[in-house]
């Protein structure tokens, strides 16, 4: 009997830790923004200012992949002495995939989810200090669909606003080239919105990489059988073109959406995160 109770005891502990580590905050709450949007903190246990990375699942725009490019993204960074901020943005989800009901309702489109990562970063940036976070030091990264998101952030914010890096990890790049990933393209715009050419422009990355954009490290698989490692190719040409510094690693096998996942992919595509650790190190971020 007596066991019993203390196995309950030390569980209602551990159950209470993990909650108050990872205590979800609704982004919005207190706005007239009327949508529950979670960021979930995973944060460094340090005296000092942490750096910081805002994590964007991906999942087409439709849906969220919060395991593989979630929650194993941010224990990673924690491992590696960097906070995390597992964001769920607004996407379309399962009833806008398997209807088209957003030809006459709106639904969750852009920029939701770009708006979304704004409020984040704003949030994160006021309440650094009770995170112990430095404000210099605060990127964005994400996989497919959420590494589309993570680049728009440069693309689409205004520079005042811009993360201090950002690493689109198999990203969805194009909107208008042959290599477009359609599914991702309508869970953005919406089935009223998907061929609008001025959108799907102005959504294409490759066209509007600015010439002062932060460090970008890129990564992609060229057997990816979900979205075509052209689209990492274009943007890797943009960013070169625009001499934004950059780091490009196309592996040969690993596919899609493997994540921080030690199992997923290939042993290849699974070293990125060691690449990118490596890379981090070498940044000079300074203040702005």
Same mark, same amino acid.
């Given at each position: ?15 209470? /830790?993990?909650?108050?580590?990872? $205590? +979800?905050?609704?982004?919005?709450? #207190?706005? %007239? ?6 960021? !979930? ?26 395991? /593989?490019?979630?929650?194993?993204? $941010? +224990?990673?960074?924690?491992?590696? #002495?960097? %906070? ?6 607004? !996407? ?197």
């Amino acid at each position: 009997m007596y066991k019993r109770i203390i196995y309950l005891i030390i569980a209602f502990i551990l159950l209470m /830790n993990t909650e108050i580590a990872q $205590a +979800q905050i609704n982004i919005w709450k #207190g706005t %007239s923004v009327h949508h529950r949007v979670e960021l !979930t903190p995973y944060l460094v246990k340090s005296d000092k200012s942490a750096p910081a990375v805002i994590v964007c699942p991906g999942g087409s725009y439709f849906w969220h992949d919060m395991v /593989n490019e979630g929650s194993k993204v $941010a +224990q990673w960074l924690n491992a590696n #002495g960097i %906070s995390a901020f597992v964001l769920r943005y607004r !996407t379309a989800y399962v009833p806008a995939f398997i209807t088209h009901y957003r030809l006459l309702f709106r639904g969750n489109r852009y920029p939701d989810a770009l708006n979304d990562l704004q409020q984040s970063l704003r949030l994160i940036r006021k309440h650094a200090q009770d995170y112990h976070i430095d404000t210099t030091k605060i990127g964005v990264m994400g996989f497919s669909a959420g590494g589309h998101l993570a680049m728009s952030s440069i693309e689409l914010l205004p520079r005042s606003e811009w993360p201090a890096f950002v690493a689109p990890i198999y990203p969805v790049v194009s909107f208008v080239d042959p290599c477009v990933h359609k599914r991702s393209r309508r869970g953005l715009l919406g089935d009223s919105r998907e061929h609008n050419k001025r959108l799907c422009d102005s959504l294409s990355l490759e066209r509007h990489v600015p010439k002062n954009c932060p460090p970008v490290f890129l990564v992609n698989c060229k057997d990816d059988p979900i979205v075509k490692y052209h689209n990492s190719e274009l943007l890797d040409s943009a960013l070169t073109a625009n001499q934004v510094p950059h780091r490009y690693i196309q592996y040969k096998t690993g596919g899609h959406g493997f994540g921080a996942s030690e199992e997923k992919g290939s042993a290849e595509c699974r070293q990125w995160k060691s690449e990118f650790i490596k890379w981090f190190k070498t940044l000079n971020l300074s203040k702005k």
